[in-house]
């Protein structure tokens, strides 16, 4: 039988898929590959987060099916966090609403509000699901510009112009993953003048909000006037407490989107588990000691591998925030393209990174590094790369011999 399922033809082949099995064979085979490709956290949930999920699953009752939308508890420490964060006012009731992450609750809101054939303006390159989600509820993807700036603007003039039908919706993700790029309010100020005026959907990804080097905190774009018209903003637990196993994420702002996802949810979920909301709220209105020491840790591991990678010879730019490094390939590599270049650098130099191409083709003459390992092992990564970029033509001849001469 012939399996050709409408969405699934719609998805293209997981990019990263195939560097995670060469990874999974290199380590079968004993060798120690430092994993930088994935952006897992790997340090452990706060202890008293822990400590408050120990002991709301210790009460019998918190075992049945919880709430869809979110506890109460947790929807309103949400909204504080918003209030002292941003100094935006959300109602817990109508403007805010507890998912299972930022991914699913984008994945969602897609089957919410797409029909078939709608177009949706998403970035490129950018997170997969941000275009993806789309994709599988029967819409259509046009890419604009990763960057903010007037290029973003022109783009989505370009988009309004030459589009049937006329695009339902512009996806925003700053700080974002996997560039790292940031925005300010006067961007997200034309953004929403512009959706305003032409009665488009902005939805924005903030789930970097916490993790940030600068002196200035990344705003958010519901802090603009007028922006709750138009906007839904999503925002998650995983990075800023270090809870990207929990699956804890949030839904703020249009009241008329928030209702739509809601309903979508109520048919699919009923919600997380209850001892997690719980925790999830002693995270917010608890000490926040720990986000600035997640932050800290973050900082100090984008320098020594920054520093570390300008001493090997890669001039990578110093990520402003995010957990991640947008690095261009190396010169003398870039005619691999990114996914060859990342499996030649982990067969050479046993560090693992995520193909740019993987977050659409406008990445492919970058891999995204992620701060995932302590500083000792990104110190021997940079080791390894910086071996394995000393010798160019002996690497490039081993992958391919024709290769070298690409480059002689």
């Not at 929403?192 to 939805?203: A, E, M």
């Not at 110093?318 to 991640?324: E, L, Y």
Request: overall charge neutral; some cysteine.
């Amino acid at each position: 039988m012939q399996n050709d399922f409408y969405r699934i033809k719609r998805l293209p082949p997981y990019v990263f898929a195939e560097v995670n099995a060469m990874k999974a064979r290199a380590r079968a085979a004993g060798e120690d590959i430092i994993d930088l490709g994935m952006g897992n956290p790997d340090q452990p949930t706060p202890q008293h987060i822990v400590e408050k999920l120990c002991e709301a699953a210790s009460n019998p009752r918190a075992h049945r099916y919880s709430m869809s939308r979110g506890i109460p508890g947790l929807r309103k420490a949400m909204t504080n966090y918003y209030a002292r964060r941003f100094n935006v006012d959300l109602d817990p009731e109508s403007e805010m609403v507890v998912t299972l992450g930022s991914k699913e609750g984008l994945a969602n809101l897609a089957q919410a509000i797409t029909s078939p054939g709608d177009i949706v303006l998403a970035p490129n390159p950018s997170y997969p699901i941000h275009a993806f989600g789309f994709i599988i509820a029967g819409g259509s993807v046009r890419h604009v510009p990763a960057k903010p700036g007037p290029e973003f603007m022109e783009a989505l003039e370009r988009g309004v112009r030459h589009s049937v039908p006329k695009p339902v919706a512009v996806l925003l993700n700053f700080p974002s993953n996997p560039t790292a790029y940031v925005a300010d309010l006067d961007f997200y100020g034309q953004v929403v003048d512009f959706c305003r005026h032409h009665g488009i959907w902005i939805l924005s990804d903030l789930a970097y909000s916490e993790i940030y080097f600068n002196d200035t905190p990344p705003p958010s774009v519901l802090q603009v006037p007028g922006a709750k018209d138009v906007c839904i903003e999503f925002t998650s637990l995983s990075k800023t407490y270090s809870m990207p196993g929990w699956r804890i994420g949030f839904a703020a702002g249009n009241r008329h989107l928030i209702s739509a996802l809601t309903r979508i949810k109520s048919y699919l979920d009923y919600g997380a588990f209850t001892p997690i909301q719980v925790a999830a709220t002693a995270a917010l209105n608890g000490p926040q000691d720990c986000v600035a020491e997640i932050r800290a840790l973050y900082k100090a591991r984008r320098d020594v591998m920054i520093d570390g990678l300008a001493q090997a010879g890669w001039d990578v730019p110093s990520p402003p925030a995010t957990m991640f490094a947008w690095a261009p390939l190396p010169k003398a590599y870039a005619h691999l393209g990114s996914l060859e270049f990342s499996k030649l650098l982990m067969r050479e130099a046993q560090v693992a990174v995520a193909p740019g191409v993987g977050f659409g083709e406008h990445g492919d003459q970058h891999v995204r590094i992620a701060l995932v390992e302590n500083k000792h092992r990104i110190r021997q990564a940079v080791r390894n790369i910086k071996a394995f970029m000393a010798e160019p033509l002996e690497a490039l001849s081993a992958a391919d011999p024709e290769s070298k001469s690409k480059v002689e």
